[in-house]
Structures are given as C-alpha cells and as structure tokens.
C-alpha cells in the first residue's frame, strides 16, 4: 500500500498563484508513475498532471502552459505549480500513484485524501 500527505491547497484569487505537494510513503516502489487530478462538485474527475519516475511529463489540456508538474525522487514527492489560476480550477486536487509508467491518466490506484483549492474572481 501507498499512503499520501497532501499539502498545499487554499483559496486565492484568479490570477494568482499555490503549489501542492504530496509525499508518499510505504510501498513506495508502486510510485513509478505520480499524478494529480481535480474533481469539482457535479463534475466526473480528470487528470490535471502526471509525472513518471523518469521525470517524462503531461497535462490535462485546461491546464497546459499554466500548471507544472515536478517530483523529488529520493524525498518521494510529487508538486504542483499552479499558476494563473481560474476560477474554473477550484476544485478537490488529489494525489496519485500507480506503479507502472505511461504518458496517460489511466490505471492509478493509490489515492491521497485530496486538498482544496478555490479560486476567486
């Protein structure tokens, strides 16, 4: 198993700036692959970003150009740099594992609790 200690999240006005973090423990050998994705209420939940072990990255198209994925290998943990903020990204922003490497939002099945982010107009 995979736990997650997700930080990071707030509210803050469009325009503006957060970063999440999300370090994982345990099984950490099932981290090939780290991801976050977003869910906002009435809304099915999407990947925002993804990172594998080799540090090959991608991004939900809403987010491209404004969000940036990076992980620390040695501390296990994965970030997110969220800039230009809408309020259209508020949302609930999980953390997420899986233990095979892809450039795709599929097949993770570790999940962290989740941080929320609010963005204002």
């Known amino acids: 198993q995979v736990q997650f200690v997700e930080s990071g999240g707030g509210s803050v006005q469009a325009g503006g700036s957060l970063t999440l973090s999300c370090g994982a423990s345990?099984?950490?050998?099932?981290?090939?692959?780290m991801g976050w994705f977003r869910q906002a209420p009435g809304k099915e939940r999407e990947g925002v970003a993804g990172i594998s072990l080799g540090e090959s990255t991608y991004y939900g198209d809403s987010v491209k150009g404004r969000f940036a994925i990076s992980r620390d290998n040695a501390k296990n943990t994965v970030f997110l740099q969220m800039n230009d903020l809408k309020p259209e990204d508020t949302a609930m922003y999980y953390c997420?594992?899986?233990?095979?490497?892809?450039?795709?939002?599929?097949?993770?099945?570790?999940w962290g609790q989740g941080t929320q982010v609010t963005v204002s107009s």
């Open positions: 345990g099984d950490t050998k099932r981290t090939k692959s």
């Open positions: 997420a594992a899986r233990d095979f490497s892809c450039s795709s939002f599929g097949g993770y099945n570790y």
